[in-house]
């Protein structure tokens, strides 16, 4: 072995590199590596002029070189790949399912900082604060403490003045001293310093409160059991009630695993902003072993997390969709909490589902997996009926209360107010709604009041309820105005706008759904003593700004929360005895075939957030379509009657679960390029089908019913297929085989298992 190898071939592998190509790239191996090249390594190489990371991902044969010579890969920065091996397969399956180029994959999954992303890290995100730690309170003591050091006494007493907490720099800047100074009050330990960036994270500051000693159920305990026996991989659909007590299955499933077998895990909720509640019973049991992944991280603050969990200092990651990709090694279980929500779905490329993303990573690594939800998707319910999930039920409310009346309020009949202007208040606050917000506020109890709001895309419908819908999809009619015309975006079919009701003869009126602000204008005007927060996308533009309202409302400084759908979720307030819902057909009409399942979802959800306490509580929900089966099951809390009626009307016309769906979108700045595009794209998908007999159906192309997003046109073309592999085929040959126009910004995109069509 001591005499030199003679130079032979280079060693050649495949990098993701983070570029709209779906393809990887052949580089050769350096000779000698700084760390071992190996699958999930990070890679420094040069692209065209520049220097880009991208992630080795196996050897390669050099088959994609041809002729041409491969460039050197210049450095390998890390000791240990950046991917374990099950995170690159996971990789991987998601870049094949969705149709997207492995390196942009690769991007989403690893944290910014690694430089993967083409952004740079921002800088100067973090500052150094200093924070008061011992309180002096008589001048005595002060007296004694600084005695010998003035300058620390000023600089104490400014950070006093300061509320205690202060960045370093502004100290040193008013008092024109040195760090020893702020050194020196750290020494002696009345202060102390921090790291943090310029938005507060509350989930560092905020204690983590006591857990209160629980015992389970007997059905609590039976899913708990069923949950630890269950093999390595299995899953189960946790299907429990609102405030069934989910969580604390969770959690004593978690205390098995990470405890007693020193195993990781991963809990993943909707959106952590949201739900401080349900973060903080995590940390109220595992403290420290928790790393709670927020967007409110700064990317190097989020580094740091990554690196804590991957060294296993931290053995549970809490987060939002993204924690689904925490690098846990040894991982014993996954949990999805509120498995239904929309939000697990990724709105940008890549478009993964972190729930089926959780599925298959419990599958290849092993852990179990939990989804839960009191409202299960009919994905996850298709799944348990057939045996893939195994499901687990608790029915009953832990600690027994009851499940909150619901009264449904016929907005119709509201139309007998006398005035127009009195009509018009009252489709908006009818009499009962209004009369029990008065009694709310007189006995001192909280209320809140839901404006379901969804997209922009708007239908129409009569005084009498009814709805335009397209004859052969069973799905609303989007108004377009230019032409003026309703458009099923399904497959097209097209009426004029605005005609008579086919029903009752009445006329139609376009729908353009109300403001948050509207119905707070309205509710002041009506209780002008009440308390009102408004809480939707305009009153939540700073990062903790959820937080801070519903804070609020904990404290009972808030007589009426007043939002959109993101008050609905995981709220836990005993004061809260009524809930109120605007306006449901809003959310029924929306042209999309999971209207009515969200409606659902969202009516069960707010529902289930009254009469949490002794009080007990009320719902009331305003529609002009009593007779609903959304509106009907969400009344009774029947998700079983719900499931089995809208599984039904899932078969004809076929939709999911029955079926695949994917959306192809094609969007620029030219409205009849885009048409004209999209008209192409369509073509060869109904083309190809036929060559490769693949059976998929190719709906479309027609507008998008939100036409125009931020000055892009947009249309797309539906596709339906029994099973997964077809489609697949389709979209590859679709990515790989169609070049997308260079002129007016044209673009492209897949969605597979859309959760919205709008
Ligand atoms: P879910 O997530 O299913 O809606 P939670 O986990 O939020 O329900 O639990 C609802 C409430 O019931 C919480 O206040 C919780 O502390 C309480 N709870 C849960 N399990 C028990 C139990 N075994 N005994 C008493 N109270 C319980
Ligand atoms: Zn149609």
Redesign the pocket.
């Known amino acids: 072995m001591t005499a030199p190898a003679s130079p032979g071939p280079p060693r050649l592998v495949e990098v993701a590199l983070p570029l709209p190509l779906l393809r990887t790239f052949t580089y050769a191996a350096p000779d000698a590596p700084r760390h071992p090249l190996v699958p999930g390594s990070r890679v420094v190489v040069p692209v065209r002029q520049r220097r880009a990371i991208g992630i080795c991902v196996g050897e390669s044969d050099g088959a994609a070189l041809g002729d041409i010579r491969p460039k050197a890969i210049l450095d390998v920065p890390d000791a240990e790949p950046a991917l374990a091996p099950d995170l690159l397969a996971l990789c991987r399956w998601i870049a094949d399912y969705h149709v997207v180029p492995l390196g942009l994959v690769c991007r989403a999954v690893l944290p910014a900082a690694l430089g993967v992303a083409a952004r740079p890290a921002p800088a100067g995100r973090t500052e150094r604060l200093l924070v008061l730690a011992r309180e002096l309170p008589t001048l005595l003591e002060r007296d004694a403490a600084f005695k010998r050091a003035p300058q620390q006494r000023q600089l104490y007493e400014l950070l006093e003045q300061l509320g205690g907490r202060a960045p370093v720099k502004l100290l040193l800047e008013r008092l024109g001293c040195t760090m020893a100074v702020v050194d020196g009050l750290e020494r002696r330990g009345l202060a102390r310093s921090e790291q943090e960036g310029r938005d507060r994270d509350p989930f560092a500051s905020r204690p983590a409160p006591a857990a209160?000693p629980?015992?389970?159920?007997p059905a609590?305990q039976a899913a708990i059991d069923a949950i630890l026996a269950g093999a390595p991989g299995a899953a189960f659909l946790l299907h429990?009630?609102?405030?069934?007590?989910?969580?604390?299955v969770y959690l004593r499933v978690l205390e098995q695993v990470v405890r007693r077998e020193g195993r990781s895990a991963i809990v993943l909720v909707p959106e952590i902003a949201l739900t401080p509640q349900?973060v903080d019973r995590f940390r109220a049991v595992f403290g420290d072993q928790v790393a709670v992944l927020h967007s409110g991280l700064s990317d190097g603050e989020r580094l740091d997390a990554w690196r804590a969990l991957r060294r296993g200092d931290k053995r549970i990651a809490v987060g939002a969709r993204s924690a689904i990709f925490a690098p846990l090694a040894d991982l014993g279980a996954i949990i999805v909490?509120e498995e239904h929500e929309a939000s697990y779905k990724q709105a940008e490329t890549p478009r993964y589902h972190a729930r089926d993303v959780a599925l298959m990573r419990a599958r290849e690594t092993g852990a179990r997996c939990v989804l839960?939800s009191?409202t299960p998707s009919l994905e996850s319910w298709r799944n348990a009926e057939e045996g893939r999930l195994a499901r687990l039920t608790?029915g009953e409310?832990?600690?027994g209360g009851a499940l909150p009346a619901v009264r449904v309020l016929d907005l119709r009949q509201e139309l007998t107010a006398s005035t127009p202007d009195e009509k018009a208040r009252r489709q908006v606050l009818s009499a009962p709604l209004e009369a029990l917000l008065r009694d709310r506020l007189a006995k001192g109890e909280q209320s809140i009041l839901l404006l379901n709001r969804r997209g922009y895309a708007s239908f129409v419908q009569c005084p009498a309820g009814h709805v335009a819908s397209c004859p052969d999809c069973s799905i609303s009619l989007t108004y377009h105005r230019t032409p003026e015309r309703l458009v099923c975006h399904y497959c097209q079919h097209t009426e004029p706008a605005l005609k008579a009701c086919v029903e009752c003869g009445a006329t139609m009126e376009r729908q353009r759904g109300l403001g948050t602000q509207q119905v707070e204008r309205l509710v002041l005007e009506r209780l002008p003593q009440a308390r009102v927060a408004r809480m939707d996308v305009d009153t939540t533009t700073g990062k903790w700004a959820h937080t801070t309202i519903l804070d609020r409302v904990g404290r009972g400084e808030v007589d009426i929360l007043l939002g959109t759908q993101m008050i609905a979720k995981?709220l836990?307030f005993p004061n809260v005895t009524l809930v109120g819902v605007i306006d449901a057909d809003i959310g029924i009409n929306l042209p999309d075939f999971r209207a009515s399942e969200r409606t659902f979802q969202l009516l069960s959800q707010v529902a289930?957030r009254a009469g949490?306490g002794p009080k007990g509580g009320e719902v009331v929900i305003q529609t002009r379509v009593p007779g609903h089966h959304a509106v009907r099951h969400a009344a009774a809390h029947d998700f079983l009657a719900f499931v089995r009626e809208e599984l039904a009307a899932r078969e004809h016309p076929p939709y999911p679960p029955t079926l695949r769906l994917a959306n192809v979108v094609v969007s620029g700045l030219d409205e009849r390029a885009v048409a004209a595009f999209a008209a192409q794209v369509t073509d060869w998908l109904i083309a190809a089908d036929t060559r490769f007999g693949l059976g998929v159906t190719v709906l479309g192309p027609a507008p998008c019913p939100i036409e125009r997003i931020k000055t892009r046109f947009r249309w797309h073309a539906i596709l339906k297929s029994g099973a997964p592999a077809p489609l697949t085929r389709l979209l590859r040959g679709l990515m790989t085989g169609v070049d997308v126009p260079a002129a007016h910004e044209m673009r492209l995109v897949v969605d597979r298992d859309p959760v919205s069509l709008l």
């Open positions: 209160p629980l015992v389970p159920s609590q429990g009630i609102t405030g069934s007590g989910k969580t604390l349900a909490d839960g009191a608790l409310r832990a600690g995981g836990d289930g949490r």
